[in-house]
């Protein structure tokens, strides 16, 4: 089965500092990769996903981009603000499939220094 | 503001006893995850419902563990006995698949367990 690995576990930034948090995948059949941020005490929230078919997608200030030959993707977070401090989760799953389900990496606690 | 929302938000209970957590998927959502949440294991995938039908539950203890969906707005998952290491946040997730894609999955903000 699919399995995903994230690195870093913890990441620690200045403000105004980019950050990069990278995962690869195990499915060469994996086609739909989607990153959530989950704050303290709260379920996680899609910020941005990304499907094979494209190799880098931007939404303001963060960025993913996807690799497929290499079966690893990335986030980028340029410009970070102390909001942005949070647990971050990559993921990755095949549309189209018998189920669909996503399988998560480990998260990344990202912490924004002011 | 359509979001998932998920009863109780905060649930201890003393080992042996039943616990129900419920979940509103958003309107229209035609998929339903139940997620677990611990510091070991990450998030783990527990069932998952497709039209109300029960679709995949390979991650869920059988033996103690049941998911259902009594009708469209209401997702419910059941644990008989609780046991101390149910101790998680379990977390409903809702999407709308379609012509065999599916879109993103909306979760709720948790019901975090302690079994005492």
């Known amino acids: 089965g699919e399995n995903v690995e994230q690195h870093p576990s913890t990441l620690s930034v200045q403000e105004g500092d980019s950050a990069v948090i990278k995962c690869t995948y195990s499915?060469?059949?994996?086609?739909?990769f989607p990153w959530y941020k989950q704050e303290l005490g709260k379920g996680p929230q899609l910020i941005i996903d990304?499907?094979?078919?494209?190799g880098e997608k931007k939404d303001q200030r963060i960025a993913v981009t996807l690799n497929k030959t290499a079966k690893h993707f990335s986030l980028h977070i340029t410009e970070t603000q102390p909001e942005d401090s949070a647990v971050y989760f990559c993921?990755?799953?095949?549309?189209?499939?018998?189920?669909?389900?996503?399988?998560f990496g480990t998260g990344t606690l990202l912490a924004v220094q002011p | 503001d359509a979001r998932v929302t998920q009863t109780p938000r905060h649930k201890v209970t003393e080992m042996g006893q039943e616990v129900t957590m419920r979940c509103q998927p958003i309107?229209?959502?035609?998929?339903v995850f139940w997620y677990r949440q611990t510091m070991m294991q990450g998030l783990e995938l527990l069932a998952y419902?497709?039209?109300?039908?029960?679709?995949?539950d390979s991650g869920m203890p059988k033996d103690r563990f049941s998911a259902e969906m009594p009708d469209a707005t209401l997702a419910t998952l059941k644990i008989q006995p609780s046991e101390p290491r149910d101790s998680a946040v379990y977390f409903c997730?809702?999407?709308?698949?379609?012509?065999?894609?599916?879109?993103?999955?909306?979760f709720g903000p948790g019901t975090r367990l302690t079994v005492l």
């Open positions: 419902f497709r039209n109300r039908a029960p679709l995949d």
């Open positions: 990304i499907r094979s078919n494209v």
């Open positions: 309107l229209g959502h035609n998929t």
């Open positions: 997730a809702s999407g709308f698949l379609i012509g065999g894609t599916t879109d993103t999955q909306y």
């Open positions: 499915d060469s059949a994996s086609n739909y």
């Open positions: 993921a990755a799953s095949r549309r189209g499939g018998a189920t669909n389900k996503l399988i």
